[in-house]
């Protein structure tokens, strides 16, 4: 069963660049045709598509973020990552990276990893 | 704010059944047969529950059953035991560029 794994600091300093991994287990990256997602949960509130990356380098973003965030794959670490540049408090969060299915329209997300705590602050 | 609301909570006795909905808008849940439930134990991987309105995946149990009206899609959980206790989100296809929307969570306690 294919498991994911966030990790990266969990203090960032306002105005700078948060960045975070995932790691994939139990399968290959390259395989299947997912895409591959952020997702955050802001304090107390509900969760926010943050954008995803699929096959080598098709993304889509969040139009809120857009102009600030990045997400790439290294197929040969089976690995994906996000970056969020000039953070402020309002991007602390807990972010989660998920596997979407490949299905038209569907928008499901069957494996997510538990999520890690990024706080902005200086 | 989410796009999509949710009660903050719901409660149920073991054995009983609970429903959690889930409203939205044309734009969304009730314009496409795309929403989707997950199950979050704080401190775990969300897990999903159901897709495509009323699909489950393998292994999640058929007490977990979902249905849609209009703009309103509804989680249904039957014969509630203690591990369900949980936080359950809802989300659903956008058709704008925000691509998915979910909801703000409900706390489902079991009494």
């Known amino acids: 069963q294919m498991q994911l794994q966030e990790s990266g600091p969990g203090l960032v300093k306002p105005s700078q660049t948060l960045s975070l991994t995932c790691n994939v287990s139990?399968?290959?990256?390259?395989?299947?045709?997912?895409?591959w997602s952020w997702i955050r949960q802001h304090p107390g509130e509900g969760l926010e598509w943050i954008g995803y990356?699929?096959?080598?380098?098709?993304?889509r973003y969040n139009p809120s973020l857009k102009s600030r965030v990045s997400i790439s794959l290294d197929a040969s670490k089976n690995q994906f990552s996000l970056k969020l540049s000039s953070v402020t408090a309002a991007d602390t969060a807990v972010y989660y990276c998920?596997?979407?299915?490949?299905?038209?329209?569907?928008?499901?997300?069957?494996?997510w990893g538990q999520g890690t705590l990024v706080t902005v602050s200086s | 704010q989410s796009a999509l609301t949710q009660p903050p909570s719901a409660s149920g006795s073991p054995g009983q059944s609970v429903t959690i909905s889930c409203t939205g808008t044309?734009?969304?849940?009730?314009?496409?047969?795309?929403v989707s439930w997950y199950q979050h134990h704080p401190g775990k991987a969300p897990k999903l529950m159901i897709y495509?309105?009323?699909k489950r995946p393998s292994g999640v149990p058929d007490r977990f059953s979902g249905s849609k009206s209009g703009n309103t899609a509804s989680l249904t959980v039957s014969g509630l035991q203690a591990e369900d206790e949980a936080d359950y989100y809802c989300?659903?296809?956008?058709?704008?560029?925000?691509?998915?929307?979910f909801g703000g969570g409900t706390q489902l306690t079991v009494l």
């Open positions: 044309t734009s969304d849940v009730g314009g496409y047969n795309y």
């Open positions: 989300s659903s296809y956008a058709d704008s560029d925000i691509f998915v929307v």
């Open positions: 495509e309105v009323s």
């Open positions: 998920a596997r979407m299915m490949s299905c038209s329209g569907c928008r499901v997300f069957d494996s």
């Open positions: 139990g399968g290959s990256i390259s395989s299947g045709g997912f895409y």
């Open positions: 990356i699929y096959d080598i380098g098709i993304t």
